[in-house]
């Protein structure tokens, strides 16, 4: 199984809204990551988990809140978003830290309105 | 810190022809080197991963690279393509302690019969 499962594929949220973001792995990888792409861009890191702990936040404003519950599952708490926060979001694990190959989700592709 | 260019953003393509992908990196370290392909509304999966020994690396679909260190280039090349290769194509970099994939800019190639 080389998946990383994305849930949901499409998330419309209201700027008041409270919702989040799941990705799953079960290939037994210590690291997992949030990137945001937005339309024809390139992905932009955001939160690097290493062993179940937040290792690296690429500045990210608070109104997004990183989760790793376990070493299969990662969470994205979304509050406040505004609606330049509207991207694609992916999320990607690799075996460990030193990334000799990431694997990435489907991606959320999160519309704030 | 690393950076990559890809010196073309959209490479047009007729059917069964080859096609070239030009990717430029900038490193003060010795680095990985990926590229990624992204179809549309999906994430992105990995062609092909350069990280030692042959310079020229092998991949799925087709694909080939070949690591040119004094030219600090890695450049994607298939020698037929097919309808179904229409994507948005990025070349990543990462320095050896791993954790973060700098991403070129994206070159968009688009297949026509």
């Known amino acids: 199984d080389t998946e990383v499962t994305q849930t949901p594929k499409h998330l419309v949220m209201g700027m008041t809204n409270k919702k989040s973001l799941k990705c799953e792995q079960h290939?037994?990888?210590?690291?997992m990551y949030w990137y945001k792409q937005k339309a024809k861009k390139p992905p932009e890191l955001m939160f690097v988990?290493?062993?179940?702990?937040?290792?690296i936040n690429e500045s990210v404003p608070s109104r997004f809140s990183p989760e790793c519950p376990n070493s299969s599952l990662l969470n994205l708490h979304l509050h406040a978003l505004q609606p330049e926060d509207s991207a694609l979001y992916l999320c990607?694990?690799?075996?460990?830290?030193?990334?000799?190959?990431?694997?990435f989700g489907q991606g959320t592709r999160l519309t704030v309105v | 810190a690393q950076s990559v260019t890809q010196l073309d953003s959209q490479v047009p393509v007729f059917e069964e022809a080859p096609v070239e992908l030009r990717c430029n990196y900038s490193s003060s370290v010795s680095v990985y080197l990926f590229w990624y392909v992204q179809y549309p509304n999906q994430g992105l999966q990995l062609l092909l991963k350069y990280l030692s020994g042959s310079t020229l690396v092998k991949g799925i679909n087709g694909f080939e690279a070949e690591f040119n260190k004094s030219q600090t280039s890695f450049h994607l090349r298939k020698p037929s393509v097919h309808i179904s290769d229409t994507a948005e194509y990025f070349c990543a970099v990462s320095d050896l302690r791993g954790y973060k994939l700098s991403f070129g800019a994206g070159t968009t190639v688009t297949v026509r019969a």
């Open positions: 990607a694990s690799s075996q460990d830290q030193v990334l000799l190959e990431a694997f």
């Open positions: 988990y290493s062993y179940e702990k937040l290792s």
């Open positions: 290939m037994g990888h210590r690291a």
